[in-house]
């Protein structure tokens, strides 16, 4: 199985301010990496698919990068509705994995 | 746009069998691109992918919990279910189903994600 490791579990951060997260797969996945963001009580979010890819609707405040094993998801400027919990997972394959987690909470 | 809804009881036994149904609104699960899948979350904990389904029939499941899982689909109610036999607590869990897309197709592998998602419901395992 490809392990996820998400870095990290948990920050404190200010309205405005610059936070970036971090996941490392256990081996080589190339761009095949997906984030999403989940808030209390609801449903994951797909955010950034193909490592650094926005949907469509997503605040291009947020953007996905990396390659290989090693992935950055960058929140450029944090607003209020962006606290929340937030997964990478592997898309390159079974079994499907996803990393432990970041919570982004208000500081 | 496709939406998906969870059904089943909410409350299961220990050593008995959980079952759910996600019926599939907006589009037909028929759909070529479109593969079916479950994800569960403990409570307070991070998600754990259980198996997916394409409409067809073929089946993958997650290692961890092949021995126990069951994913069926039935195109003509545009529902999948999931069976999760022998339960104990460590089954408890938000259950979500979701749309598996499949994309970006090398020689060996095509790309996994999911988008949209169910809006989840708890299966608390308790006698």
């Known amino acids: 199985d490809i392990q996820m490791t998400q870095s990290p579990s948990s920050v404190s951060a200010s309205v405005g301010d610059r936070v970036t997260i971090t996941c490392q797969a256990s081996?080589?996945?190339?761009?095949?990496l997906a984030w999403y963001q989940q808030k209390p009580g609801k449903a994951p979010k797909l955010l950034i698919s193909a490592a650094s890819s926005l949907q469509s609707g997503v605040p291009s405040r947020f953007s996905g990068s990396g390659s290989g094993t090693d992935f950055t998801l960058t929140i450029s400027s944090l607003q209020p509705e962006d606290f929340a919990t937030y997964y990478c997972?592997?898309?390159?394959?079974?079994?499907?994995?996803f990393g432990g987690g970041t919570k982004v909470e208000i500081k | 746009q496709l939406q998906l809804l969870e059904s089943g009881p909410g409350l299961v036994k220990p050593s008995e069998t959980l079952s759910l149904t996600c019926t599939v609104s907006g589009g037909s699960i028929s759909g070529s691109n479109y593969y079916w899948g479950w994800i569960r979350q403990p409570p307070g904990k991070g998600l754990e992918w259980i198996g997916s389904i394409y409409y067809s029939g073929n089946t993958y499941y997650n290692p961890s919990l092949k021995s126990r899982v069951t994913i069926s689909v039935d195109t003509s109610k545009n529902q999948f279910s999931l069976k999760v036999k022998s339960v104990t607590a460590a089954d408890t869990a938000v259950y979500y189903c979701?749309?598996?897309?499949?994309?970006?197709?090398?020689?060996?592998?095509?790309?996994?994600?999911?988008?949209?998602w169910g809006q989840g419901t708890l299966v608390t395992v308790s006698s």
């Open positions: 979701a749309t598996m897309n499949v994309q970006y197709c090398s020689s060996t592998n095509c790309y996994k994600d999911f988008d949209p």
């Open positions: 081996q080589g996945i190339s761009s095949w």
């Open positions: 997972q592997q898309a390159n394959s079974f079994p499907l994995t």
